[in-house]
């Protein structure tokens, strides 16, 4: 009994086990699939996931290139002029009052001081045929002018048009009434003699003296800061290939005050000679040399102011010669009062152009003469 049991148990085990491995071999050959399936599905799985999660950026937009910005233009630099000689000056001097000063010309006041340095100079016969300027300073001032003088009535009348101030010594009853009667910026030494000085080295009346560190402070004391006016229209200057006039003779009175002038191409200037010999600077010792040489004709008579006092035209009309760049041109001035500016035109009647520098304008009388040679 125990022998059968132990057989059939032995037989079911050995039956069983074949079934199983049989099983196993059968299962084995479709569970490899499966894993590889399983794999693969893994595989496809996470990189479906992959893909979700890590998207694919969208192209960068091209990125635009910097460019250095080009550093701002700099402003031009401003540009002065002088409302006086038309010169390139600084803002300051653009800005200054206009000083007139009376400068003697007797042969007794020369060699004259500070005149080179003039903006403008109005020369005539003060009396007996004796010249005397009239200079008007802006943008320079000299350290040494005179010798000082007297003013007359028509120098007035030029000074007007400058709305400058006026240092002198005295004057005609005439003159000396319209400066002091308002309307005008008085320097008269008789009233202001701290700013005025005699020299040792030359006997009176051709002596007084002055500088501009005295006239400067001198307007400052008064409040004369300022002059509002309208200088002489201005051009480039351009020396003539071909000039027509390099020797002028100008004739006011007698051969002491007779002028010449000599045109010096390479500097496009008049150099200045009268009673035979060069008109020096003291200081400088350079002969003066303007820009532009005005000659214009004036009605010239005798007055009895305190006593017969010389009388000119200064206001009114007539002929003119204008000297610049080697060359002359004809024309006429005019003047209208005391306060308008001299206009020169040409024979079309066109406003005459100056060239920028020192003016020198001599009122002949009318029955003087100008010449000149090419």
Known sequence: MYMFRRRLYAGQSFGH????????????????????????????????????THKKAPPAAPVAKKETPKPAAAPAPLVYHSPLTGLEVTKD????????????????????????????????????GITRF???????????????????????????????GIAHVGGSAAALQTVRGGGFKDLDQFFNGGYYWRA???????????????????????????????????????????????????????????????????????????????????ESKQQLHPKVVIAMKVQESTVLEDGY????????????????????????WQ???IHDQIIFKDDNNSSLKLNPGQTWIAAVPNAQSVTWQP
């Open 17 to 52: 086990s074949h079934r199983v491995r049989s099983w196993i071999r059968h299962h084995k050959k479709i569970a490899i699939p499966g894993a590889v399936i399983f794999v693969l599905l893994l595989g496809v799985g996470g990189f479906a996931v992959f893909k979700l």
């Open 335 to 337: 003047k209208a009062g």
């Open 93 to 128: 001097q653009s800005e200054r009052p206009v000083t007139g000063i009376m400068i003697e010309n007797s042969p007794d006041a020369r060699p004259q001081s500070g005149m080179i340095d003039a903006g403008v100079v109005f020369e005539a016969i003060a009396e007996g």
């Open 134 to 164: 009239l200079t008007l300073f802006q943008e320079k001032g000299p350290t040494l002018v005179g010798p000082v003088r007297s003013v007359r009535s028509y120098y007035v009348d030029w000074l007007g048009a400058f709305d400058a």
């Open 200 to 282: 040792t080295d030359r006997y009176a009346p051709h002596n007084v003296y002055t500088s501009f560190e005295k006239l400067n402070a001198l307007n400052q004391a008064k409040g004369y800061t300022h002059s509002n006016f309208t200088g002489f229209p201005r051009k480039a200057e351009a020396a003539s290939a071909t000039p027509n006039a390099t020797k002028i003779q100008i004739n006011i009175s007698s051969g002491l005050y007779d002028s010449t002038y000599a045109y010096d191409k390479s500097s496009n200037t008049y150099l200045r000679s009268e009673g035979g010999a060069p008109h020096i600077d003291r």
């Open 309 to 332: 006092r010389e009388n000119i035209n200064a206001i009114g009309n007539g002929d003119c010669w204008v000297f610049q760049d080697g060359n002359v041109q004809h024309g006429t």
